[in-house]
């Protein structure tokens, strides 16, 4: 914008002449610099009320720069401009000044016309919006791309990314920073903190067979007191939050003692922690504070201090949440959907499946992760289970990262874990169905197409096999759903919208959130 001040007189005193130059200094001031296209040059002859409106302009001016500035998408010729404003507004106050009017005369009348430019509706220069570049984006569920994206975040047909694999991983998780207020291994790119998260993790998971028997009885006692209600119908969705928090609590925080917190506030904790996923997940507000961020959830941080009452909010790394959301939120949809096959789908070898998972859950060793109640040329373990479960419903469906060019330009870079996992090409036969006994010929250690864990040099504990007690992710989701069998055979029946078996069951979050046991 560009306002030019003309004097009208047709006779000049010294003093004139020398107003006169400093006006010329203005306009060349002026006109020197581009005009954006949103106000033609705007031409004003001057009255004996000059000051006034010279003052009035500068307060106007002032307020319209700086509403400019403060805006975030002002491109950087617009910055420009408004800092041109505010110089000349400036020499305009010096310029009053000759007149003698008193400082405070001119003052008031500079903030009248802040007052004015900063009224809603009088930004007359709006700043020219560049298009919002769009983000690249590549996702693919080839086997050996997806390992590609995992371990560098590279995409196919692409050079190394120019950021380390760590970093690659924190930045798309930045967003659970945001909503939980987490400091781990999956928003930090330091490697010896993650080093640290990790080694800490493995030393919680990687516990005897002894430790395993606690773990089942645990199971199997939540079970039972979920399901001890007046009612004669209850959430599935709670049940199996429930008996996954609580059991999961008994592993991750071995050392403390929880007799106290009751199961309707572990259930508070384990809904509003899924609650706060999905808000971050869709929520639209993509600002530097959105309405989903950690600090504003009030009832969130209260169930997380109900539970865990000696948190050090101001601890980001000490923060319960670092070890909740991978150790319960991504496992119980899993153990929801596994039971859902093996107990309501009409499966020929439903009855088998169950007295196997059962028996496991009594019993929860190595020995008879592997052992079964089938026929001999039907061998299904407990293990064989829980591999399906956790092949036709992956924890993460989608493992992201952020890849930037030698340039720096950024792709954001996904790996469709579902959707390899589902790839007729890997899994032949009928990959959509859950079939337990694909893996009876599979060799133990074989992991092609199989990544519901990740993959290297990011592989989760949780899928350790050899040289460790119990392989934790798959012994867990065996021993959860078995001790959920137990509790309502014969019992308690399931109902729920699902379709027919020889279509995977629905994985969105939310799915079969309407879901009910019902007593028999």
């Known amino acids: 914008m560009c306002i030019v001040l003309v004097r009208h007189s047709s006779t000049k005193t010294i003093g004139d002449r020398k107003t006169e130059r400093r006006e010329m200094q203005l306009y060349k001031i002026l006109i020197s610099t581009p005009s954006t296209s ?43 401009t408004a800092l041109l404003y505010i110089s000349a507004a400036f020499y305009w106050l010096n310029f009053l000044n000759d007149w003698g009017y008193s400082t405070i005369g001119i003052a008031l009348f500079i903030t009248l016309g802040a007052w004015v430019g900063d ?4 930004l007359l220069c ?21 390992r590609e994206v995992v371990k560098s975040g590279t995409p196919a047909g692409e050079a190394k990314n120019a ?24 928003t930090s790119s330091d490697e010896r903190a993650c080093k640290s998260f990790r080694d800490g993790v493995e030393k919680l998971l990687y516990v005897d067979e002894a430790e395993w028997i606690n773990y089942g009885d645990a199971a199997r006692a939540t079970a039972r007191q979920a399901l001890d209600v007046e009612s004669d119908s209850t959430s599935l969705f709670s049940v199996v ?20 917190i009751t199961n309707e506030q572990i259930s508070t904790l384990a809904h509003e922690v899924n609650l706060q996923w999905l808000r971050s997940k869709e929520g ?21 201090k109900t539970v865990f009452p000696d948190w050090d909010e101001t601890d980001s790394k000490k923060n319960p949440c670092n070890l909740i959301l991978p150790g319960y939120e991504t496992m119980w949809r ?30 929860p060793t190595k020995q008879q992760l592997k052992e079964s109640f089938f026929e001999a040329d039907v061998p299904v373990t407990a293990a064989h289970i829980a591999k399906e479960a956790l092949r036709l419903y992956p924890p993460t469906r989608r493992i992201y990262r952020e890849y930037h060019d030698a340039a720096g330009q950024k792709t954001n870079v996904s790996a469709d874990i579902e959707a390899m996992q589902r790839d007729p090409v890997i899994w032949r036969d009928h990959p959509k169905l ?37 392989p934790f992710g798959i012994s867990m989701i065996a021993l959860l759903v078995g001790a959920l069998i137990e509790a309502t055979q014969g019992k308690w029946t399931i109902h729920g919208n699902f379709p027919d078996k020889t279509h995977p069951l629905d994985t969105d979050r939310e799915a079969y959130g309407d879901a009910t046991l019902q007593r028999l």
């Open 119 to 122: 009224m809603p509706g009088w």
């Open 163 to 186: 950021i380390p694999g760590l970093e690659a991983r924190a930045r798309p998780n930045q967003r659970l920073k945001v909503a939980f207020g987490i400091d781990s291994c999956f």
């Open 434 to 470: 859950f079939l337990p006994d694909r893996w009876i010929d599979i060799a133990e250690g074989y992991d092609h197409g199989f990544m519901p864990f990740g993959a290297k040099p990011f592989n989760c504990p949780a899928k350790r096999w050899k040289n460790v007690p119990m």
């Open 38 to 80: 949103c106000i033609p040059s705007i031409t004003l002859p001057l009255s004996t009320m000059e000051p006034i409106l010279l003052a009035f302009l500068t307060g106007f001016i002032l307020a319209q720069a700086i509403r400019l500035a403060k805006n975030h998408n002002i491109p950087i010729e617009t910055h420009c």
């Open 284 to 304: 639209s507000d993509n600002s530097d504070d959105p309405f989903w961020n950690f600090d504003k959830q009030t009832p969130l941080k209260d169930a997380v």
């Open 126 to 146: 709006a700043p020219v919006v560049p298009a919002k570049q769009e983000e690249k984006c590549f996702r693919t569920a080839e086997v050996d791309e997806c």
């Open 334 to 363: 899993v153990v929801l959907r596994c039971f859902v096959e093996v107990v309501a789908r009409d499966h020929d070898q439903s009855t088998n499946w169950e007295k196997t998972l059962r028996a496991f859950s009594n019993i």
């Open 241 to 260: 939050q429930l008996m996954t928090l609580k059991t999961m609590m008994k592993v991750l925080w071995p050392d403390q003692f929880f007799e106290h």
